[in-house]
């Protein structure tokens, strides 16, 4: 299992589309192998939102970034961004 943390930072006045295109996209990712994914905000900074996605695989997470779904997502959201988004994928040691 992969899991995948995205920091993304919004025009103040921008931050408030993230939540709706979150929700809408969510169910999409899950029927391309996302088991679970979760939306975060940074506390004092409304601006700034943080996902936690859990992916069945790397080559799930790489299906999705790679997927329609996820170049109209990002088309959507990325003209709001006020700085580049951070991505970092993580594999759990046990």
Known sequence: MIT????LTF???EAWR???VFRATTPKQVALGCRS???FHEPGKPEVWVTISEWESHAALEG???SELFYGTWAQLKPYF???AEAY????VR
């Open 18 to 20: 993230f939540p709706e």
């Open 89 to 92: 994928s993580l594999e759990e």
């Open 82 to 84: 006020a700085a580049p």
């Open 4 to 7: 995948r943390i995205v920091r």
């Open 37 to 39: 994914n979760r939306m």
């Open 11 to 13: 025009r103040a006045e």
């Open 64 to 66: 999705y970034r790679t």
